[in-house]
């Protein structure tokens, strides 16, 4: 075939393999604006009016359908806009009530694959029943409904392997109902989630009582996954690995990513699902089995969240533009955007990794091969320490021979690498089961 044939028979993302990596930074002008947008419907409460056409969640919602069909005329139809919604009841809406989310769907090259980035549109004030007074949710979460649509914007310049999926969920304060519902669809859809960002409070530098910490996102993960099964959890204990389940994985991917970007922004690998008893739209995902972590700010000032907005003896309550940081915004927008666009790049990672090496001083690695992948990379450290230390770039082998790396001493994972360079997540390597 000569070279024109195969050109015009080949996809786009074939072809442009190094759009893997977006240099467009984050407007924080646009980011500002959309969150100024959000603000102006007054309450984005999940039980305000879904029909009134400027006041409520129905008209937030509304306008975000509108913003990525914006978008999508901008890239030729590359984006998908789909609403999904199912009737929840529960103590926080006793009478029942329409949720829906609002998708922006951007389609990858290799289909079934999706990376979705997630927040929630719905806001509330002290009293999470109060559906009229002003709820501006600024932070909670316009910051990440702001976050995600800047995402949309950049990545939609550019082409994937994965599903890129916006997800502008509604009922998060009254029960994680729209990631609920979100979570459900892809399970019966089948999709298979490389990973799942949950962005929620992402737009403060100045938390509670003054304290600044502008240089810092933490990102929370689960070490084992919540949906292992008896047999599984059993397995985990006799080999270890707690610190390496899938959202584990993915929040040290995402650590990585961020040490590689300029300006000096820390992640935070915070060790926990969430906040210390707290939970958030990643919750749902979880249970089902797929990578989720949540993205929040450094230090969160609970003054600016879920209260009446008012001033107190000269001390202000409010979830309100004044209290953000726009800057901060663009830069964990930055860190978003560039572990989307690694995910979606990458291959799959391996549906499997096993070790073995009694009684001898070297360990053989084993692991599924990956369609797409053109190498994979072997990591390895030693059982005290958290980190990848080592690794070893193996190509056209699902097998290797470490060497004096001793396998009762070691934990193992393997990753598949693309034509660009684009690394999945690490898959940690257990007993071969057959
Ligand atoms: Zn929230």
């Not at 800047?150 to 999926?165: N, P």
């Not at 960002?197 to 990102?219: H, T």
Request: aromatic share 6%; with cysteine; net charge neutral.
């Amino acid at each position: 075939m000569n070279r024109s044939l195969l050109l015009a028979a080949l996809p786009l993302a074939v072809i442009h393999p190094a759009a893997a990596a977006p240099r467009e930074a984050p407007s924080k002008e646009r980011m500002r604006a959309t969150v100024e947008k959000l603000v102006s419907f007054g309450t984005r409460h999940s039980l305000s009016s879904a029909t009134d056409p400027v006041r409520g969640i129905g008209a937030a919602r509304n306008w975000t359908a509108g913003q990525f069909a914006a978008l999508s005329r901008e890239c030729g139809g590359c984006i998908t806009t789909e609403r999904l919604s199912r009737r929840f009841i529960g103590p926080r809406a006793p009478d029942g009530v329409v949720i829906e989310d609002v998708l922006g769907i951007q389609p990858g090259s290799e289909p079934g694959r999706y990376v979705i980035v997630g927040a929630h549109i719905d806001s509330r004030v002290t009293d999470v029943m109060n559906v009229t007074s002003d709820a501006p949710g600024a932070n909670d979460d316009a910051s990440g409904v702001a976050l995600v649509l800047e995402a949309a914007r950049i990545l939609s310049k550019h082409k994937f392997k994965a599903t890129i999926v916006y997800a502008v969920f509604s009922g998060e304060e009254q029960g994680l109902w729209g990631a609920t519902l979100l979570a459900d669809t892809a399970k019966a859809r089948g999709w298979q989630i490389d990973a799942m960002l949950n962005n929620d409070i992402v737009g403060n530098s100045v938390g509670q009582g003054g304290v600044v910490d502008a240089n810092r996102v933490r990102v929370f993960s689960e070490g084992i996954r919540s949906s292992e099964s008896l047999a599984e959890d059993m397995e985990r204990r006799a080999i270890g690995g707690e610190d390496d389940g899938p959202s584990r994985a993915l929040a040290k991917a995402i650590d990585g990513i961020a040490d590689a970007l300029p300006g000096k922004f820390d992640v935070m690998l915070d060790r926990r699902p969430d906040r210390f008893g707290r939970g958030g739209d990643h919750e749902p995902f979880l249970k089902l089995g797929y990578p989720a972590v949540r993205f929040s700010v450094g230090a969160e000032n609970w003054d600016r969240q879920h209260q009446d907005v008012r001033t107190e003896n000269g001390r202000v309550f409010a979830d309100t533009i004044d209290g953000m940081d726009f800057d901060y915004l663009a830069k964990v927008t930055a860190i978003n955007v560039a572990t989307i666009a690694r995910l979606a790049a990458a291959p799959a990672a391996p549906a499997s990794a096993s070790i073995a090496g009694a009684l001898t001083r070297d360990t053989t690695v084993k692991w599924a091969a990956v369609p797409g992948a053109q190498s994979y990379r072997v990591r390895w450290r030693a059982n005290d320490r958290q980190a990848w230390s080592d690794e070893r770039v193996v190509t056209g082998a699902t097998t290797t021979l470490l060497k004096n790396v001793p396998v009762d001493d070691h934990f193992v994972g393997v990753s598949a690498v693309g034509a660009d360079g684009a690394e999945s997540l690490v898959t940690f390597a257990g007993r071969d089961r057959g």
